[in-house]
C-alpha cells in the first residue's frame, strides 16, 4: 500500500484521497466509536445512499465495534505496553 496514502489516513483521513462510500463509512465509523448513542437512521441512509445495504451496514457496525471493544480491553489490561 501507498506509504503517502496511508499517512494521509493516519494524520486525517478527511483529507486523504478517498472514494464517496469510503468516507461514508469512515465517517459512521467515527461517530460509532465517539458516541454510538449518536447514530441515527439518518446515518444508516447516508450508507446506504452510497450503495452499502443492511448487511454491509451489519458488517461495518460489527466489526468497528469490536475493534473498539478489544482495543479497550487490551487497554485496560495494559498489553503492549512495557
Known sequence: MDEDFVRQLQDDYTS???SEQDRAM?????QLTKDATRISRDDHERLRAV???DKGILQITLIASWFNY???VADALG???D
Open 16 to 18: 486523504a484521497p478517498l
Open 26 to 30: 469512515l465517517d459512521y465509523v467515527v
Open 51 to 53: 450503495g452499502f445495504d
Open 70 to 72: 478489544i482495543n479497550r
Open 79 to 81: 498489553v503492549g505496553r
